[in-house]
């Protein structure tokens, strides 16, 4: 069955950086688009990132364009997120989440990992 | 940016029926997902693509999407139907996911 297991998350100083990876397995990682979504602590769900089967094709929300950067390792079934210049806003449970195309749903999402950014 | 409204929440009797509204600038041009969340677990998709159920969502549940307005309709409400709502679509125009605020529904 379709698995996507975050890690990377932790306790960071504002303006630090972390680098979350999400390891999937059970589907074909090479063909399908990814994201993040974040969530912070009692809020709603957040789109953070998203990119292409391909990653020829990647998206971000206004709040961490410029700061954020995604990636794959197609050969490793792995995702990435580079969070550079971290604020205390960035605080949140961190999704991987999968999709078959833009226009798609996100139809399984990993359990997430916490970002905390506290001086 | 598109912006998706939904009501801070939802309360019903057990049986009864229970609406929750997505609300966005014509929004039956896009195709809306809908996920529920209950506390300490991941989203799970609810309907996607308006109104289409996945495997082992009850039927029940039931979507529209019409003007400015997405509907997710839960028929005969359980309290294991208790959760968090939230309406996503995909806005070209931006190329951005867009999330509504989210809709607790609660079971009296």
């Known amino acids: 069955q379709v698995q996507l297991v975050e890690s990377g998350g932790g306790v960071v100083q504002p303006g630090r950086s972390v680098r979350l990876s999400c390891a999937a397995s059970?589907?074909?990682?090479?063909?399908?688009?990814m994201s993040w979504v974040r969530q912070a602590p009692g809020k709603g769900l957040e789109w953070v990132t998203f990119?292409?089967?391909?990653?020829?094709?990647?998206y971000y929300a206004d709040s961490v364009k410029g700061r954020f950067t995604i990636s794959r390792d197609d050969s490793k079934n792995t995702l990435f997120l580079q969070m550079n210049s971290l604020r205390v806003e960035d605080t949140a449970v961190y999704h991987c989440?999968?999709?078959?195309?833009?226009?798609?749903?996100?139809?399984?999402w990993g359990q997430g990992t916490l970002v905390t950014v506290s001086s | 940016s598109y912006v998706l409204t939904q009501p801070p929440s939802v309360s019903v009797a057990p049986g009864q029926t229970a609406t929750i509204t997505c609300g966005g600038n014509n929004i039956e041009s896009k195709r809306v997902h809908w996920y529920h969340q209950k506390p300490g677990q991941a989203p799970v998709v609810a309907l996607y693509?308006?109104?289409d159920r996945p495997s082992g969502i009850p039927e029940r549940f039931s979507g529209s999407n019409s003007g400015n307005t997405a509907t997710l309709t839960i028929s005969r409400v359980e309290a294991g139907d208790e959760a968090d709502y939230y309406c996503?679509?995909?806005?070209?125009?931006?190329?951005?996911?867009?999330f509504g605020g989210g809709t607790k529904l609660t079971v009296l």
């Open positions: 059970g589907f074909t990682f090479s063909s399908f688009t």
């Open positions: 990119i292409s089967y391909d990653g020829s094709k990647t």
């Open positions: 693509f308006d109104s």
């Open positions: 989440v999968i999709s078959t195309e833009v226009v798609a749903a996100f139809h399984h």
């Open positions: 996503q679509v995909w806005d070209s125009s931006s190329d951005h996911v867009v």
